[in-house]
């Protein structure tokens, strides 16, 4: 029974915490505090980094500020066995030890594999990891591999913590640090930040947060002109030159990707007596990001067209609660959280627009016989963009989008006394987590009779709520058989429970029937000459579909109420008891882990562990594609950690992971996301860190992790469960067995070097240099996309693979007294480190088999090289 409980020991009390761990830590372990021997909870208890049988890496405030660390790409970057893929700020899905099958992140897609927590809370969100801003952060802590038994859904493969520092009663202290930077080829940028410790009685304290950010620009949005064909001859196929033309004057604009982020965090911590504490704090960050930040490969370095203005403005709050006590020796701690996030975005969709402009060149029309009876002409044509006075309008696309996420999370947990041979760890745990989609595709002039119904200019929406739920009792043991040998096992009993319930795609007029004799009239469709989505798959009263409706009968029917508020009725839905439902999928399961811990000697520690993580099933948007299942990653690690002298620590670990029936996401047609779960893949390599302390004031540390992952068997066009791939005797292929999972770079490496010196009385100048270099990867696992009946494109080549890149971080800099100053540049030499492609039109065909469709391919990369000053001082 004991093992089927479980979560942590209880951490250091809120109030002073600073003090308790810090001092401890070099008592307990002899450590250096040179080569980065710290304190954590990795496994929600304290202990050494050197004492954790598990990977994790951990950087400490001195750490962080040393590397001017004040943002997600900056920590992630020095975490080798980390990956990403990012649009916009706030827009990232993160990947550990090579755990990734790409094209994640979308507001309706897979939960995250990697677990986010903001100090006893998990952040981990639907479309995207919060970039908090680091500042007055105690530490973060990466752990590698599967974290399912303490941490559970979404640590399937490892788990980020980011701990802050708490409000002390030891005495008042503040301070704040101050930075301007120039970006070459952008602008300006800066931050200002300030922190302040306040004790308002020997058993309350408080401690406050503040911070700006301007982060400048450095992709230009250049002059263009796009022409889309207005039409042509019906009765040739060959495209008139006529053509509607829009151009961006209004638009161009140097430096067009800046970023403004500022925000606070406040705490409240409570001696509620010699056992109890609480401490309750809020969270708070507003992030406005402007323009693009993929450039257009084909215009040239750091450039991008764009036609409509593009917001990114990210907003979250989150109040958090941790109370911890003693019941007799055991102690109690109570986690809860409540986080609010809004996200509102425009965005330009000019690229969708280019390339099905192409695409539907010629497009024949065909009689019942299979006859060509004429041919329209350009995407307007073909899906009847016209005014309300019928004119035939640019087909040009811009979304305004919003996601409104809400999250609530507690936990209660148990552990019994850490000094005892025989421990356990024991608790409850649940979260709700919804996100209010919207998604509006505009047309600027749209008819009404084009449009959504109801929703004149918006040629296609998504409105849909979507609701995921956990519950887990879980729990840990760990005996200690002989002085240097210990077992330890876990379990963690889950449920999920996940529904989404709403609208997606086009409105439904008969009014806009063509008069060409084409084959659409019998059925309900919309400008893009379509009834598979949208108002003419709405539920009526009487449980059919429109369509349904339209197609068998001349009943007259009445459409059900829109489920989701901003939406003229409900396409994704079950019908049940006569009324609508959302669609819903649910499982539950037990996940493990089993360790071995032996030391050998003081300072040496090796072990082996046994686990498995999950990540929950969905729904798909697209409601006839049935849901995706849960996956699951199983792990075998051997690792080891060891301390030389006090002035070298070497750690690593090597892993061999199974990830089975893998979920990956896609821009299947019409640029919608598709979500299935694949074949099993297998993941294996090694992760090391060190830091040596050679001589006084010289530190040299370092990280690097080899990882190999491949798909076990292929991966089909179609849902498969023989992974032959066979649809209608035609080997429908998207990766065959032995290709590499994307995302994730073979190799990579950081080193840092720093030196301090004494040049006086209380002045201490010091160097540092960092090295960073990631291999390449493919940005995309599918090397076939289409079908018998169309061309075969290769997705993997149509967005580029990921290159190779190296870049160099200097600073120079002193302390004196209170004040710190330095000089710093950042990317020295000013490499174009890509971390990210994407296209706009995912379904959308390179120019090939003699169609001219196609799309651009955009980078993210690192900002190009930066130089700065920052100051700082600590009273």
């Not at 994790?56 to 066995?81: C, R």
């Not at 916009?88 to 755990?99: F, Q, S």
């Not at 450039?295 to 991008?304: N, P, R």
């Not at 016989?369 to 811009?398: E, S």
Request: aromatic share 12%.
């Amino acid at each position: 029974m004991a093992a089927l409980l479980g979560s942590s020991m209880l951490a250091a009390p809120a109030i002073g915490q600073d003090q308790t761990a810090q001092a401890p830590q070099q008592a307990a372990t002899g450590g250096n505090a040179a080569i980065g021997d710290i304190i954590v909870t990795a496994q929600k208890r304290e202990e050494s980094l050197q004492n954790v049988p598990i990977s994790v890496q951990a950087m400490g405030t001195q750490k962080l500020e040393q590397l001017n660390i004040s943002d997600f790409n900056d920590y992630t970057k020095l975490l080798p066995s980390v990956a990403f893929q990012t649009i916009v700020p706030g827009a990232t899905t993160v990947y550990i030890r090579g755990v990734a099958s790409g094209g994640d992140g979308n507001h309706s897609g897979s939960l995250p594999s990697v677990g986010f927590y903001l100090d006893e809370q998990p952040i981990t969100t639907i479309g995207g990891t919060l970039d908090v801003h680091i500042y007055d952060i105690a530490r973060i802590e990466a752990l590698s591999g599967p974290q399912g038994t303490l941490y559970g859904a979404s640590s399937e493969a490892g788990t980020v913590r980011i701990i802050t520092n708490k409000p002390s009663t030891a005495g008042f202290e503040g301070g704040f640090d101050v930075e301007g930077n120039t970006v070459r080829k952008g602008g300006q940028g800066g931050k200002i930040e300030g922190f302040v410790n306040v004790p308002l009685s020997e058993s309350v304290a408080i401690r406050a947060v503040g911070f700006y950010q301007h982060d400048a620009g450095y992709i230009d949005n250049i002059a263009g002109t796009r022409t889309f064909i207005a039409g042509g001859d019906p009765d040739a196929p060959v495209v008139d030159p006529n053509g509607l033309s829009i151009s961006n004057p209004g638009l161009v604009e140097k430096n067009y990707n800046d970023v403004d982020t500022y925000g606070g965090r406040l705490a409240l911590g409570i001696d509620l007596s010699d056992d109890w504490t609480a401490t309750a704090s809020v969270f708070g960050q507003d992030q406005k990001a402007h323009g693009s930040f993929g450039y257009d490969t084909s215009l040239g370095d750091l450039k991008v067209q764009r036609f409509f203005p593009e917001i990114n403005h990210d907003r979250w709050v989150q109040a958090a609660l941790t109370v911890q006590g003693k019941i007799g020796s055991w102690d109690l701690t109570y986690a809860g959280a409540y986080l609010d996030r809004k996200r509102n975005s425009k965005t330009d969709y000019v690229d969708y627009a280019e390339a099905y402009d192409q695409l539907y060149a010629n497009y024949a029309l065909y009689d019942d016989d299979g006859a060509i009876t004429g041919y329209l002409h350009g995407l307007a044509q073909v899906f009847y963009y016209q005014d309300n006075a019928g004119n035939t309008i640019l087909p040009l696309q811009h979304i305004d989008g919003s996601d409104h996420f809400k999250r609530i999370s507690q936990e209660l947990r148990i552990a019994s006394p850490a000094e005892e041979p025989f421990r356990i760890v024991g608790g409850v745990f649940y979260q709700r987590q919804s996100n209010l989609i919207h998604q509006d595709y505009k047309i600027d002039n749209l008819g009404a009779d084009v449009s959504v119904n109801g929703f004149p200019g918006t040629l296609w929406l998504t409105q849909q709520k979507r609701v995921d739920r956990d519950y887990a009792i879980f729990g840990e043991a760990s005996w200690d058989v002989t002085p240097t040998v210990t077992l330890t096992g876990g379990l963690r009993g889950y449920k999920f429970d996940n529904t989404l319930i709403g609208f997606f795609g086009f409105g439904r007029n008969p009014n806009a029937d063509p008069a060409d004799g084409r084959p659409f009239t019998a059925t309900p469709f919309n400008a893009a000459a379509s009834s598979r989505t949208g108002v003419a798959g709405c539920y009526t009263a009487d449980g059919r579909t429109l369509r349904e409706v339209i197609n068998g009968s001349t009943d007259t029917v009445t459409l059900l109420p829109p489920t989701v508020r901003g939406s003229p009725c409900t396409d994704l839905a079950d019908f049940k008891g006569g009324k609508l439902v959302p669609k819903r999928t649910k499982d539950t399961g037990v996940l493990y882990r089993a360790n071995v811990t032996w030391k050998p000697a003081e300072g040496k520690l090796l072990y082996a562990t046994w686990s498995k993580g999950f990540r929950p099933g969905g729904i798909n948007r697209r409601g006839t594609i049935p849901p995706y299942a849960p996956d699951f990653l199983v792990n075998y690690e051997v690792g080891f950690k060891t301390t030389w002298n006090n002035v070298f620590r070497w750690n690593g670990a090597f892993f061999w992971q199974d990830w089975k029936k893998f979920q990956f996401s896609f821009l299947g047609e019409n640029s919608f996301t598709e979500i299935h779960n694949g074949p099993n893949a297998r993941i294996k390599g090694v992760e090391t860190d060190f830091a040596w302390n050679p001589v006084t004031g010289l530190t040299l540390s370092g990280s690097a992790a080899y990882t190999d992952g491949k798909i076990r068997r292929n991966l089909c066009q179609f849902d498969d469960p023989t992974f032959t791939c066979l649809q209608g005797g035609v080997a429908m292929i998207a990766s065959p067995k032995g290709t590499r999972l994307p995302i994730t770079p073979r190799f990579k490496f950081t080193a840092t070097g720093r030196y301090e010196f004494e040049a006086g009385p209380e002045l201490k100048p010091y160097l540092q240099a960092t090295v960073t270099h990631a291999s390449s990867a493919s940005s995309d696992i599918r090397q076939n996309a289409g079908g018998p009946n169309g061309f075969v494109f290769n997705p993997a080549l149509q967005l580029g693979r990921l290159p190779a890149w190296t870049t160099a971080d200097f600073a120079i800099g002193a302390k004196w007294q209170r004040f710190t100053t330095e000089l710093f540049i950042q990317n020295a030499f000013d490499e174009r480190a890509q971390i990210s492609r994407f296209v706009n039109c995912g379904s959308c065909y390179p120019a090939a088999g003699g169609f001219a469709g196609f799309s651009r391919s955009y980078a993210v990369v690192q900002t190009p090289r930066t130089i700065g000053v920052r100051a700082g001082y600590r009273f």
